[in-house]
């Protein structure tokens, strides 16, 4: 007899260990219902909830895995999970890591050039949603098999609400010598430099076969990369001899940006940009259909808000992470405020600010609003919903949520267009403080 099948969930055949770390082991695994290849995550629950940092690492890496879903990007199909283990089911790449074709030598440039076009690709996508990769080494760019190229592990990621106070990136991390100097300076970083800088080692290795800062004291290679000390070898094309140059610069401010990057003759040879993928259905697929239902479902619509119990409130002006982020997009949440004035005076004034900034607002079921973009952004139209609850007589909450478009623009949106145009009717904002020191002896506000 054979040995029994492993099913997971009715869904899932395990099979061969692919491999293992401190808390996982991945195995291969196949979709029953279309026979399709997936890599399954396996995380022993009991031993990472010992290790809170380790725990933060997975729940951050899955969140941010569900936000970059892009052709240059492994895929995260579902997560799952039993009260002992978490199962991260992901895209199947056949075709092993960059690095093993690599290690063979050099590549031809036409082949260097498409997989710096596919990673720059894929990286411009990230930090269009506000992550920042912090990893890029030929190690974790997987080939599949049709020879393009996937960004994996996500694991050091950064979100852009992670910055400090003052805009920027602090943890060190990442592999030495794939480092940005300013990293390694510790004062504060700029994660899309970085990662940029990352790019130009990978582009220097594709074509050279030999990474750019080699020394054999780790100290003395940091030096060499504080400073931008390398050589580029004779065979480089004046071309890319040219982008490395503008890639590998120790000044983060003078290094190239990915718009300059995209418009250089070399990298634009035969480059065609990939379209991303949402992970939620779209929402503009169903625009029409609402349109159509628009006046019907406000005559249906309750003649007060939904009550909102301070549970959801205190959830609502939360910034932290809880178990959800997990299984959910977070920043889905969007921005929260509380207000003073009647659900009815709210919405008027926020239809009034988004056409104000060249939105097309509609009246939604209930106390809802949907806010839809006139131009196009770097990930299509800014879909925008707002909603208002009830938590007492005389106050409400309203939250705004993004449902499509680009991250960064939803942030300025509500930072700096939305909030400044609703200061009059704004009590608190999410995440300022409704209390101050005097407050506490009674003489602040009062929920």
């Known amino acids: 007899m054979g040995e029994e099948k492993k099913i997971l969930m009715s869904k899932y055949e395990i099979g061969r260990l692919l491999g293992k770390g401190t808390f996982a082991k991945v195995f291969h695994g196949i979709h029953l219902a279309t026979n399709q290849s997936v890599a399954i995550k396996v995380i022993k629950k009991d031993e990472v909830i010992k290790d809170e940092k380790m725990m933060e690492q997975i729940k951050r890496e899955i969140s941010i895995m569900r936000l970059v879903r892009h052709p240059n990007i492994v895929e995260l199909k579902e997560v799952m999970a039993t009260k002992s283990k978490i199962y991260v089911v992901m895209e199947y790449v056949r075709g092993g890591a960059l690095f093993s074709k690599v290690a ?49 592990d996500f694991g050091l990621s950064a979100l852009y609400e992670h910055r400090s106070n003052d805009g920027l990136l602090h943890t060190q991390c990442g592999t030495p010598a794939y480092i940005a100097p300013e990293v390694l300076r510790m ?143 977070q920043r889905k949440k969007g921005s929260t405020f509380t207000s003073r004035c009647s659900a009815k005076v709210i919405l008027r004034k926020i239809e009034m600010v988004g056409e104000k900034f060249g939105f097309k607002v509609a009246r939604l079921k209930g106390f809802k609003l949907r806010l839809l973009g006139s131009t196009e952004g770097r990930k299509g139209r800014l879909y925008v919903t707002t909603e208002v609850f009830k938590v007492a007589p005389e106050v409400t909450v309203v939250e705004f949520s993004k449902f499509s478009g680009d991250t960064l623009e939803y942030i300025k949106f509500c930072e700096e267009d939305i909030r400044p145009a609703l200061k009059d009717i704004i009590w608190t904002w999410q995440g300022d403080c409704v209390f101050d020191s005097k407050d506490q002896n009674g003489g602040g506000k009062d929920l």
Request: glycine letters at 6%; one cysteine or more; aromatic letters at 12%.
């Open 104 to 152: 063979r030598g050099r590549l031809k440039e036409d082949a260097a050039r498409r997989y710096f076009q596919q990673l720059i690709s894929a990286v411009d996508f990230c930090h269009s949603r506000g992550v920042y990769h912090r990893d890029l080494k030929p190690e974790n760019l997987l080939i599949d098999e049709n020879g393009d190229l996937k960004i994996s």
């Open 187 to 329: 004062k504060g970083y700029d994660g899309a430099k970085a990662d940029l800088w990352s790019c130009g080692v990978v582009l220097y290795v594709l074509l050279a076969g030999f990474l750019p800062f080699v020394d054999e004291s780790l100290m003395a290679m940091c030096r060499k990369i504080s400073r931008a000390d390398y050589e580029i070898p004779q065979w480089f094309s004046s071309e890319s001899k040219r982008l490395v140059s503008k890639l590998l610069v120790a000044d983060p401010g003078k290094r190239i940006s990915i718009p300059r990057i995209m418009r250089v003759s070399w990298f634009r040879k035969g480059f065609k940009r990939a379209s991303a993928f949402s992970m939620e259905e779209s929402m503009f697929e169903r625009f029409d259909e609402e349109e159509k239902f628009m006046h019907e479902t406000i005559k249906k619509s309750p003649s007060s808000p939904a009550i909102l119990n301070a549970f959801q409130l205190i959830s609502s002006m939360s910034t932290g992470f809880d178990l959800s982020s997990m299984f959910e997009d």
